[in-house]
C-alpha cells in the first residue's frame, strides 16, 4: 500500500509477517522512540495482551527496512513487545526511503496514542533543555502545554535510575506524588547507599515486582513502594529536620527545593 509520511510525498508499504519466533532477533525499535522499552512488561501491556491472545493482531505495526536487513519498529513497539511476550506472530507495514525525520515524526504520533510515563515525559524535555531548545521550566511548560508542575515532577523522574523505576510492575501508573516523594527520599542517600537500594531492587531473582506474592498492579505498586521507602529508612536513618536547600535539576535553569 501507499502511505503519506508526514504530509510530504508517499512511500511504498509492503504488509510483511514476521514469525513469533523471529520477532525479537529480526526486528528492532526506532532508537529515538520516547518510550521506555525496558519498562513493557506484562502488566504495562496488559491492554493490548488481552486482546492479541484472543484474536491475534488486530493493527499492524509500522516500520523501515535497515541496512543490516532488519526491521526498524517505528510505531508499534507496544504491540511488537507484546507479540513476543504472547508467543504471536508480528504484522508489520515496511517501507523504504523512510529519512531518520520523518522515522521520528512516525514515532512520536504513535506514542500520542499510549500516554508516556513521567520518567519518559522527563527524558524528553531533558534533551529539549540539553539542546537548548527550551531554556527553562517555564518554556518546558509551554512547549509540551502542560504544567510548570508536570514540568517539574517529570524532571525529576527522568532523574532517578532506571533501575529504581525497573521496580515498579507499570511505570506508567506512576503518579507525580509518588515520584516527588521517591525523587525526595532517594537524594537523601549516599552515592553508596543509592547503589545499596538499587542491588536490593533487582537481584538475580528478577526486579522487586517479579519477587513479590502480591495480586494486580495496584497491590504490586503498593507493596514495592512500601519495600523500597523501607530500606531507604534502613539505609539512611532520619536525621533532624534542617532548612532545605536548592538542587539543580538542570545546572542554572531548572531547580527545587
Known amino acids: 500500500i501507499e502511505l503519506a509520511v508526514a ?16 520477532v525479537a532477533s529480526e526486528t ?3 532508537a529515538d522512540n520516547a518510550r521506555e522499552q525496558s519498562f513493557l512488561n506484562e502488566h504495562a501491556l ?14 499492524p505495526a509500522v516500520g523501515r527496512r535497515t ?6 519498529v517505528l510505531d508499534g513497539s507496544r504491540r511488537r513487545m507484546s507479540c513476543i511476550l504472547a508467543g504471536k506472530d508480528f504484522l508489520v507495514y515496511v517501507g523504504d526511503g523512510i529519512n531518520t525525520e520523518h522515522a521520528k515524526f512516525l514515532s512520536d504520533v504513535a506514542n500520542a496514542h499510549k500516554p508516556l ?15 537548548g531548545e527550551a531554556e527553562d521550566q517555564k518554556a518546558l511548560a509551554k512547549m509540551f502545554q502542560c504544567s510548570e508542575a508536570l ?10 535510575p532506571l533501575e529504581l523505576l525497573q521496580a515498579y510492575p507499570n511505570v506508567g501508573d506512576l503518579g507525580r506524588p509518588t515520584i516527588v516523594k521517591l525523587h525526595k527520599q532517594f537524594s537523601t542517600l549516599t552515592a553508596e547507599q543509592q547503589q545499596n537500594l ?5 537481584t538475580s531473582e528478577g526486579y522487586l515486582w517479579q519477587r513479590s506474592k502480591a495480586q494486580g498492579v495496584a497491590r504490586l505498586t503498593k507493596e514495592v513502594t512500601e519495600s523500597i521507602e523501607s530500606w531507604i529508612s534502613e ?23
Do not use: N, W
Not at 496488559?46 to 493493527?59: A, C, F, N, P
Not at 541496512?67 to 526498524?72: A, P, S
Not at 510515563?117 to 539542546?131: D, N, P, R, T
Open 46 to 59: 496488559s491492554d493490548v495482551l488481552v486482546t492479541l491472545k484472543e484474536r491475534g493482531q488486530q493493527y
Open 7 to 22: 504530509g510530504e510525498g508517499t512511500v511504498q508499504f509492503e504488509l510483511v509477517r514476521i514469525p513469533a519466533d523471529k
Open 151 to 160: 514540568v517539574s515532577g517529570a524532571l525529576k523522574a527522568a532523574a532517578l
Open 67 to 72: 541496512d543490516d536487513g532488519k526491521i526498524e
Open 117 to 131: 510515563s513521567l520518567y519518559e515525559k522527563g527524558k524528553e524535555m531533558q534533551a529539549k533543555l540539553e539542546s
Open 198 to 202: 538499587l542491588d536490593k531492587c533487582r
Open 235 to 257: 539505609l539512611a536513618p532520619a536525621k533532624p529536620a534542617k532548612k532545605s536547600e536548592k538542587v539543580d535539576l538542570v545546572k542554572g535553569r531548572v531547580s527545587y527545593s
Open 28 to 30: 528492532r525499535v526506532f
